[in-house]
């Protein structure tokens, strides 16, 4: 049978008189002699034996995790369940691996004793528990991944029952958890099955197999008879495993709900006894997504909790910063990665605004049962960018308190050009810069090349490619040309000189002066990069994920000579104060030839997505993404003279 391994325990063998177990000799049809669940009383000492030669070998097993775990791009603290995981060797591989969240699940309890025997022997930090998959006791909304290996799937009677056991998953599954089964190739085996074969299992042991389709063609029934040369026929047992094809495999899994499946390769273990490899012989490996809201969890008593509501932008509207003009499926993923870390967050209940078409009536109706807003709404009322500051302003105006900088805050950082001379005027160091108006049309640079052109009014890198950076006259012509081109040529245009040095940003949390916390210092890594791009973090590398920006790109914490640093710190800290901002904030730095660190913008409201580089200085100072927008959250309340005397955000 080759790794059958799902839902069993082992169960007692039919007998002859003398205690010996009983063969059937030949039979007509196999297809007959299954039982319904057959797959109660095969997983025993003898089905190790039988498929040793796969489920035993270690170095298969690593090869396979090896592909799996690059398929589904696992962390190691991604919450896994292996399901029908029978004596445990992709789990236990995991566990080696040194990821920290695994489970497996089997009916057979003589499998799952001796899988957790072989976790106690190698002291590996895994769960096993018995169960069947169709009712699984697990909670909705558990897992990050679940994988179904070694063809386990199929063993049920009806594809309704198999059905099932993928709504379970999807069940169990968090929004865009990913499902993997590695299920036997069925249009191979219809057409290649051996209807008969032997072979010696070790120097005592063989075994006879016989095969034949069911009358349906939908199932392989196969028969083993196991036998000791001394003792005689130890087991004579037959099974029946449904043959998916992978267009079969694909629609059965979109019945279930699941998105993007995707069929990777054909795979076949490497048998030291390179004999009959049955089911396990030729088998596809498919993976999914299960795109769902998160489901709401029980409300403790509406004292307990601080209700909070979430203003975002507008899913169903165009969006223009975004490449394809509209929120994409990544989009969407960001959103629920977001949802999913703040039902983490105890102590609250969070509703969402997301309908701009109806937000003022929204917002209206929400006053005074909500505690406060958290505006994540960075895409602008409407999805408009310039209309960043209305959410800010509507709330204003409605006395509604909410996270986040004020319209005022917003309308200055905005702007670039006006942020410059703030920072001028405070003695902090910023580029060399040219302003163009609109009704300019001669240039007067007064600074040398290279140079980098940018729309003066924007955030997002809107407008900032690797064509931006111009080395000599008639390419700073030309980039010019493409802002005006693109955004209007009503618009400002900033010139500023190409700073080289290190790429810098820096997160605060927090209201200086009074409490916050300054995030470690990230440096963009250009190392990776392909020789004759400039080295800038602009919009390719943000939102372009087939541009060599994406690709290259990463960010690592800033070595700085101790004198920068806080250099930086003081300065962030005074912008935070003269700009107005509020709760958290980054700012953009570069350091040029010399060594010396020049402003490039302020971000009030700065990107709040789980792989955003607010998130990314979070991680380096062991902040998960969980307790960043917590931590959010806990100065918005102080500021706004909301938090508890106990200190746990609720009234």
């Known amino acids: ?53 796969v489920v035993d070998d270690r170095a298969i097993t690593a090869r396979e995790v090896d592909l799996f775990t690059e398929i589904l791009n696992l962390a190691a603290d991604d919450s896994i369940l292996d399901l029908c995981c029978g004596q445990g060797r992709h789990t236990l591989e995991l566990a080696r691996r040194d990821f920290t969240n695994v ?8 499998l799952i004793q001796r899988a957790r025997s ?16 169709r ?9 990050d991944a679940v994988m179904i290996l070694g063809n386990s799937f199929g063993y049920f009677e009806t594809v309704n029952d198999d059905l099932k056991v993928l709504m379970e998953v999807a069940r169990l599954l968090k929004p865009w958890g990913k499902i993997l089964l590695d299920v036997a190739d069925g249009d191979y085996l219809r057409a290649n099955f051996q209807p008969r074969s032997w072979e010696w299992i070790d120097p005592r042991h063989f075994v006879c197999r016989e095969r034949s389709l069911s009358l349906d063609r939908q199932r392989l029934i196969s028969r083993e008879v196991v036998t ?11 099974y029946a495993e449904r043959l998916y094809s992978q267009d ?5 899994l979109r019945k279930a709900g699941f998105k993007g499946i995707t069929v990777h390769s054909q795979i076949s273990p490497d048998s030291k006894r390179n004999q009959d490899l049955g089911m396990m012989e030729r088998r596809i490996i498919v993976s999914a997504r299960i795109r769902k809201e998160w489901t709401p969890r029980r409300r403790r008593v509406r004292t307990e909790l ?6 975002m932008g507008d899913p169903s509207r165009p969006d223009n910063l975004k490449p394809q003009g509209v929120f994409a499926e990544e989009d969407i993923f960001t959103i629920d990665q977001l949802k999913g870390a703040l039902r983490e967050v105890e102590g609250y209940h969070f509703d969402y605004l997301n309908n701009h078409s109806t937000m003022i009536a929204d917002l209206a109706r929400i006053k005074g049962k909500t505690d406060y807003v958290l505006n994540l709404c960075d895409e602008g009322f409407e999805n408009d960018a310039r209309k960043e500051l209305h959410v800010a302003a509507m709330l204003e105006a409605m006395g509604i308190p909410y996270t986040g900088a004020g319209p005022q805050c917003m309308a200055f950082c905005y702007d670039k050009s006006l942020v410059r001379g703030v920072a001028r005027e405070m003695g902090i160091p910023v580029p060399e810069a040219l302003f163009i108006k609109p009704e300019d049309t001669a240039l007067d640079l007064e600074f040398n090349f290279p140079v980098i052109v940018k729309p003066n009014l924007g955030d997002s890198s809107f407008g900032i490619t690797q064509r931006s950076v111009a080395s000599k006259p008639e390419e700073l012509l030309d980039a010019v040309s493409g802002i005006r081109e693109k955004f209007g040529y009503d618009k400002s245009v900033l010139v500023e000189e190409f700073l080289q040095g290190a790429d810098l940003t820096m997160g605060i949390i927090g209201n200086p002066p009074e409490s916050y916390q300054v995030l470690p210092i990230i440096e963009e ?31 690592v914490p800033a070595n700085l000579p101790d004198e920068i640093e806080k250099m930086l710190v003081e300065w962030c800290t005074k912008l935070f104060d003269r700009l107005e901002c509020r709760d958290y904030a980054r700012f953009d730095w570069r350091l040029d030839s010399q060594g010396v660190p020049k402003l490039l913008e302020v971000n009030p409201n700065p990107g709040w997505c789980w792989d955003g580089h607010l998130a990314k200085m979070a991680g380096f100072a062991q902040i998960s993404y969980q307790d960043m927008l917590a931590a959010i959250l806990r100065v918005a309340e102080q500021r706004l003279g909301l938090e508890s005397a106990n200190g746990n955000g609720r009234k």
């Open 248 to 252: 079969s495999i694909t629609e059965l």
């Open 525 to 555: 890594d250009y190392s990776n990069l392909p020789d004759g791009l400039p080295k800038i973090c602009g919009y390719e590398a943000k939102w372009m994920p087939d541009s060599p920006y994406w690709r290259s790109l990463k960010s």
């Open 228 to 238: 000791h040369v001394e003792k005689g026929v130890l087991a004579d047992q037959f």
């Open 118 to 133: 072989q976790a106690r022997k190698e002291a590996l930090v895994v769960r096993f528990r018995e169960g069947d998959a």
């Open 103 to 110: 489970e497996g699940m089997d009916r057979s309890h003589y």
């Open 1 to 53: 049978m080759k790794d059958v391994k799902s839902d069993v325990a082992k169960a007692p063998k039919a007998k002859e008189p003398g205690g010996k177990p009983r063969t059937l000799g030949p039979v007509p049809n196999l297809e007959e002699h299954v039982p319904a669940e057959w797959w109660r009383r095969i997983f025993n000492s003898i089905y190790l034996k039988t498929d040793g030669d």
């Open 306 to 311: 601080r209700n909070v509501t979430v203003v």
């Open 135 to 143: 009712k699984l006791p697990h909670p909705t909304d558990s897992f």
